[in-house]
């Protein structure tokens, strides 16, 4: 089974992995959420640490 794939240059979706202005096609959607995530520990933080340096936090 093909998956639609969208340009990271134009936006434009594709079932092929090169989009015909030259871009690379990726998967559009987000990954799967997990309980037993491993790595949210480390992507709260990082989060945390951007939100700091904006201010908003």
Known sequence: MK???????????SLKALCSCGGANAIPKPAKFSPED????????????????????
């Open 38 to 57: 491993a790595y949210g520990k480390y992507r709260r933080q990082a989060k945390q640490s951007v939100l700091k340096e904006r201010g908003l936090l």
């Open 3 to 13: 998956h639609m794939l969208k340009c990271t240059n134009c936006g434009r979706y």
